[in-house]
Nanobody
Framework: QVQLVESGGGLVQPGESLRLSCAVSVINFDYYNIAWFRQAPGKERVPITCISVDGSTTYADSVKGRFTISRDNAKDTAYLQMNNLAPSDTATYFC?????????????????WGRGTQVTVSP
């Protein structure tokens, strides 16, 4: 069973940065692809970035060049560095884990979800 816990969200002003963490409780963390999704109020949950077991990454156009995903296999933790935040980035951010071979291309299937952390960007 994979358990994920997000942290690091908060209220920031436009242009500022935040780093989210996703702590994963699992025996073989390095066997899992990790993704970040976000869900804005009244909208569906959408994927924004993914890091595969070999360290390769993918990004949605909306965050490319501003957000960076990384992982520390020694700490069983993934990170999302978010720079130059904008009000449109306001959402609940969820991390997800999957052992599926092409997860970072399809974002399916997701094995487990975290409960999310709120990010609010407002002047």
């Amino acid at each position: 069973q994979v358990q994920l816990v997000e942290s690091g969200g908060g209220l920031v002003q436009p242009g500022e940065s935040l780093r989210l963490s996703c702590a994963v409780s699992v025996i073989n963390f390095d066997y899992y692809n990790i993704a970040w999704f976000r869900q804005a109020p009244g909208k569906e949950r959408v994927p924004i970035t993914c890091i595969s077991v070999d360290g390769s990454t993918t990004y949605a156009d909306s965050v490319k060049g501003r957000f960076t995903i990384s992982r520390d296999n020694a700490k069983d933790t993934a990170y999302l560095q978010m720079n130059n935040l904008a009000p449109s980035d306001t959402a609940t951010y969820f991390c997800a884990a999957s052992g599926a071979l092409h997860y970072c291309s399809t974002y399916k299937p997701t094995d487990s979800w975290g409960r999310g952390t709120q990010v609010t960007v407002s002047p």
